[in-house]
């Protein structure tokens, strides 16, 4: 069913799940720096950060028969007790990581937050405009494969799951709507189609689901936490950094992730850098896979804001893509700067926390909290995984 205007009732847990790369972190940096005047209007919106990953995170992929699964999901515990004492107020609960769920998370996850009164809200945008997102995004954190070689394993390589098997669980959307809508009630499902070309309307919509004043929500000044994107070289130095990191059998996480992409992110690239392009071939069964899902999910009978058929349409003059000729200066020297400095902040942080969890081990459990005990409980697997080793070698 489609409509253009709803809102909530008072006690309902508006719960965001994303997807990855909907507009996500736009619009919750929007929920964070309105805190207070949310709840000028009897909106809270959970947990004390920008989104709720930690607790999402926990819910979604923690194993429950581990010391750390454990320790982890008493954050979860600790986030659905903040949100019961919201009481009769509205909710506003937002991270992609929820997408991660599978069928029986997500019922666990509409069960902390008190069974009746939960409602999910799925924003969407086209799936040609989400590949090249999170294609880059996969690099980010580590991944060793060029675009078409990515684009190849994800539609035309059966069953689709190499190089990234989490891709089409979060993005595949008919069946990420029907695994929220199995736990809260198709009533209980929103789909908001996301518009590029009107970036504030994502704004708009949701302070109509929560009943807030138009212009409540608004982009935050500067960068804020925005998720940059890198141009088509860019990208490309991180893919060949993580290659070699991988022969040399190195960790190729925190000091790419947060060294390196962010430092390069600082650097302006010329107007003429190209940008990641999909090929022909993969906008056709993109826009394939795309009418497939939208087919599927008028059929399902959730509410839907916005219109479908956007979801299906493919880019407007598709060009071949351009492979990079080389790697600016400038980039690359952005790229070392930034992984020498997280190889010495990483070296400090790791110090600093050695010397806090032995000042923490040393506390009654019941004067740490949850978080502390996730990071001693993490230490001592650590511990034990190096004696092991040590031993079996």
Not at 256 to 263: K, S, T
Request: glycine share 8%; charged share 25%; aromatic share 6%.
């Amino acid at each position: 069913m489609s409509e253009d205007r709803f809102t909530v009732a008072p006690g309902t847990r508006l719960l965001h799940i994303g997807p990855h790369k909907t507009g996500t972190t736009a619009l919750q940096g929007a929920f964070h720096q309105a805190r207070e005047e949310l709840a000028r209007h009897g909106v809270v919106y959970a947990g004390k950060g920008r989104q709720a990953k930690e607790p999402a995170a926990a819910i979604t992929t923690a194993d429950p028969l581990t010391e750390a699964g454990v320790a982890k999901r008493a954050l979860w515990d600790v986030f659905c007790a903040e949100v019961a004492e919201a009481g009769d107020r509205r909710v506003a609960i937002s991270s992609e990581f929820f997408s991660q769920a599978d069928a029986d998370a997500a019922q666990a996850v509409v069960k902390g937050l008190g069974g009746t009164g939960v409602h999910v809200v799925v924003t969407l945008r086209p799936l040609h405009r989400i590949l090249p997102s999170h294609w880059q995004q996969y690099v980010k954190h580590g991944l060793c494969e060029s675009y078409d070689e990515w684009l190849d394993g994800m539609l035309r390589k059966p069953p689709y799951e190499k190089p990234t098997p989490d891709f089409w669980h979060r993005q595949r959307h008919d069946a990420l709507l029907t695994r929220w809508a199995d736990a809260v009630g198709l009533d209980n499902v929103t789909v908001v189609v996301v518009n590029d070309a009107e970036p504030l309307r994502l704004f708009r919509v949701f302070e109509e689901l929560l009943g807030l004043p138009e212009g409540t929500l608004l982009p935050e000044e500067g960068d804020g936490g925005a998720n940059r994107s890198l141009t088509h070289s860019q990208t490309e130095l991180v893919v060949r950094l993580n290659r070699r990191l991988r022969e040399l059998e190195l960790p190729r996480g925190k000091v790419v992730r947060e060294g390196v992409v962010p430092q390069m992110q600082a650097y302006k690239p010329s107007s003429g850098e190209p940008r990641i392009t999909t090929p022909a071939w993969a906008e056709t069964a993109a826009a394939e896979v795309a009418a497939e899902m939208v087919a599927n999910i008028s059929a399902l009978g959730v509410r839907v804001i916005g219109d479908l058929s956007t979801l299906t349409r493919r880019a407007d003059g598709t060009a071949e893509p351009t492979a990079p000729a080389g790697i600016p200066t400038a980039a690359a020297v952005e790229a070392v700067l930034g992984g020498i400095r997280a190889g010495s902040a990483l070296a400090s942080s790791r110090q600093a926390e050695r010397s806090y969890s032995d000042a923490i081990e040393n506390r009654p459990v019941r004067k740490v909290t949850a978080q502390d005990l996730l990071r001693v409980v993490a230490r001592r697997a650590r511990r034990r995984l190096r004696r092991r080793t040590r031993f079996s070698g």
